[in-house]
């Protein structure tokens, strides 16, 4: 174990068996970063808002309007933020499919181990050149 890792254990003491668990059922364990605003951030337009009180237990966007329970935004949140980490794209695109390529830039699990796989193809022209015509 890495000083790292004992680290992170020491903040948090169930870490050490969602990790245990998380290997032995061969699901991949995805941890959030502490900063990661998962109450603040709009499920729905990806909108910041400002502190919340812990008491403010309905979350409501000023930029959509979505209104619903802080703890289920939440939670939303961090299954998008798991599932962009999963496959590796951004909150602004729902992947890579670079000229209708599936592979590029996906990650794919096997097991515990995980692998990136890229195209071995060149791109091509789409239709338009590089100024978008």
Not at 42 to 50: M, Y
Not at 62 to 71: F, I, Q, S, T
Request: a positive charge; glycine letters at 12%.
């Amino acid at each position: 174990m890495r000083v790292t890792q004992a680290f992170r254990f020491e903040l948090d003491p169930n870490a050490l068996q969602r990790e245990a668990l998380s290997k032995h059922i061969g699901a991949a364990l995805i941890v959030a970063p502490r900063s990661f605003p998962s109450t603040r951030l709009c499920s729905r337009c990806g909108h910041l808002q400002g502190r919340m009180p812990l008491s403010q237990r309905v979350f409501r966007c000023e930029a959509c309007g979505l209104e619903v329970d802080r703890d289920l935004n939440a939670a939303v949140n961090l299954q998008k933020y798991g599932l962009a980490h999963l496959t590796g794209s951004t909150g602004s695109s729902s992947g890579s499919h670079a000229c209708g390529d599936p592979s590029g830039g996906g990650t794919a699990f096997h097991g515990s181990r995980s692998t990136s796989y890229g195209s071995w193809k060149q791109e091509v022209a789409c239709g338009r050149d590089f100024l978008g015509r």
